[in-house]
């Protein structure tokens, strides 16, 4: 038996910091950025800030709490470094989010095609095949958001995109304009036109 049904969707989404993630590719790179800092800059060297100066490649970083637990996981083949803002370019970055609740949740893996970071800005961006998902578990059934870009905000715990969203869930699918996830109260809303179809018999 199918039903369609507009929805104000509200999926269990557990995500920290992803910029405490950036921080740690950002420390790999402090010496370079501090020689550059300390240097007089003419035009040809501020023409120049919008180059890239470096690459780092085969990049994993991990993140533990204090009791030792992974709480983050980031790998991505080829991290480009541009001084102006000190921008990071990440290619395919493909991030795992374990979870700290108990019992433990399946963690979230994150992946797309591109990824940047602006320091100043406070944001990272992912765009080209968005995709999240969680596996199944006792605590969580099997889920997939897709979207084209996703905008995150590290400092307010949460994440948008005004860009056409698929929720996936079995049994379940859903499509809407919108989304924004709000990792500290564990949800995603959907923005706007909000439809699915849910499948009685799937969802069993």
Same mark, same amino acid.
């Given at each position: 038996?199918?039903?369609?049904?507009?929805?104000?969707?509200?999926?269990?989404?557990?995500?920290?910091?992803?910029?405490?993630?950036?921080?740690?590719?950002?420390?790999?790179?402090?010496? !370079?950025? =501090?020689?550059?800092? *300390?240097?007089?800059?003419?035009?040809? @060297?501020?023409?120049?800030? +919008?180059?890239?100066?470096?690459?780092?490649?085969?990049?994993?970083?991990?993140?533990?709490?204090?009791?030792?637990?992974?709480?983050?996981?980031?790998?991505?083949?080829?991290?480009?470094?541009?001084?102006?803002?000190?921008?990071?370019?990440?290619?395919?970055?493909?991030?795992?989010?374990?979870?700290?609740?108990?019992?433990?949740?399946?963690?979230?893996?994150? !992946?797309? =095609?591109?990824?940047? *970071?602006?320091?100043?800005?406070?944001? @990272?961006?992912?765009?080209? +095949?968005?995709?999240?998902?969680?596996?199944?578990?006792?605590?969580?059934?099997?889920?997939?958001?897709?979207?084209?870009?996703?905008?995150?905000?590290?400092?307010?715990?949460?994440?948008?995109?005004?860009?056409?969203?698929?929720?996936?869930?079995?049994?379940?699918?859903?499509?809407?304009?919108?989304?924004?996830?709000?990792?500290?109260?564990?949800?995603?809303?959907?923005?706007?036109?909000?439809?699915?179809?849910?499948?009685?018999?799937? @969802?069993?």
């Amino acid at each position: 038996m199918r039903s369609r049904e507009r929805l104000q969707g509200q999926f269990w989404l557990s995500w920290r910091m992803f910029w405490t993630i950036i921080a740690l590719l950002l420390a790999t790179i402090y010496s !370079t950025w =501090l020689v550059r800092a *300390t240097t007089p800059k003419t035009d040809n @060297a501020r023409y120049g800030d +919008n180059i890239a100066d470096f690459y780092l490649t085969d990049v994993l970083a991990l993140e533990f709490n204090q009791q030792g637990q992974l709480i983050h996981r980031l790998v991505s083949p080829k991290v480009v470094h541009i001084p102006a803002n000190d921008t990071l370019l990440l290619r395919n970055p493909d991030l795992t989010l374990y979870s700290e609740s108990v019992p433990v949740k399946s963690p979230w893996r994150i !992946t797309a =095609l591109h990824g940047k *970071t602006i320091q100043n800005d406070k944001q @990272a961006w992912l765009w080209g +095949n968005v995709v999240l998902h969680q596996p199944p578990s006792a605590e969580n059934k099997d889920s997939t958001i897709l979207t084209s870009q996703l905008t995150i905000y590290p400092d307010k715990n949460m994440a948008e995109t005004y860009a056409p969203v698929t929720v996936l869930e079995p049994g379940l699918e859903v499509h809407s304009v919108g989304m924004r996830a709000y990792f500290k109260e564990k949800r995603v809303d959907l923005l706007s036109r909000a439809q699915g179809v849910y499948d009685v018999n799937e @969802a069993k």
